[in-house]
T-cell receptor, first 112, second 112 residues
Framework: EDQVTQSPEALRLQEGESSSLNCSYT??????LFWYRQDPGKGPEFLFT???AGEEKEKERLKATLTKKESFLHITAPKPEDSATYLC?????????????FGQGTTLQVKP | NAGVMQNPRHLVRRRGQEARLRCSPM?????VYWYRQLPEEGLKFMVY????????ESGMPKERFSAEFPKEGPSILRIQQVVRGDSAAYFC??????????FGDGTRLSIL
């Protein structure tokens, strides 16, 4: 069964304390791995797409990487405004579906 | 550029009533997706539509739920004879021919 698992469920960091969020996936014929950020009461905001193992994408303090079994979201020197829930999603392998399979998310809190 | 617009943002229905949720995709996007987020659960795929066609409805409950994306106007997710278990946040996303999917801020459905 296709599955996406994120860890940890929650993460508390001090401002400036770098860390990584993990996303493990078992999806047949992965066509893309996506990272989103979700703030309370809002919809997911697109961050990155990764298509193949070894690929990396960066945006400000965030860097996403992909291997054959997992993806990492590295947060360098986080700020309080980085506090949010980070969602990982895998695009199913079937060519006629846009179905994203989401993990449960990691809720990040950055304290000043 | 306007993002994905969903309305209403909040909807309250009594058991047995009908709920209609609307989604206007981003300009230039012809692909629409609906997801449901139950309390304390992750986002779950429901249905994927292109103009006037349902492409993948593998996540839709077999009864009471339907979706459409007409040639003109917004996409509609319709829930007939709502029950307490339908209470959730319903998110719509849109994309151009290729990914990524961009999400609206959702409709929070509450069933009394």
């Amino acid at each position: 069964e296709d599955q996406v698992t994120q860890s940890p469920e929650a993460l508390r960091l001090q401002e400036g304390e770098s860390s990584s969020l993990n996303c493990s996936y078992t999806v047949s014929g992965l066509r893309g791995l996506f990272w989103y950020r979700q703030d309370p009461g809002k919809g997911p905001e697109f961050l990155f797409t990764l298509y193949s193992a070894g690929e990396e994408k960066e945006k400000e303090r965030l860097k996403a990487t992909l291997t054959k079994k997992e993806s990492f979201l590295h947060i360098t020197a986080p700020k309080p405004e980085d506090s949010a829930t980070y969602l990982c999603a895998a695009l199913h392998g079937s060519s006629n579906t846009g179905k994203l399979i989401f993990g449960q998310g990691t809720t990040l809190q950055v304290k000043p | 550029n306007a993002g994905v617009m969903q309305n209403p943002r909040h909807l309250v229905r009594r058991r047995g009533q009908e709920a209609r949720l609307r989604c206007s995709p981003m300009k230039g996007h012809s692909h629409v997706y609906w997801y449901r987020q139950l309390p304390e659960e992750g986002l779950k795929f429901m249905v994927y539509l292109q103009k006037e066609n349902i492409i993948d409805e593998s996540g839709m409950p077999k009864e009471r739920f339907s979706a459409e994306f007409p040639k003109e106007g917004p996409s509609i997710l319709r829930i007939q004879q709502v029950v307490r278990g339908d209470s959730a946040a319903y998110f719509c996303a849109s994309s151009p021919d290729n990914q990524p999917q961009h999400f609206g801020d959702g409709t929070r459905l509450s069933i009394l």
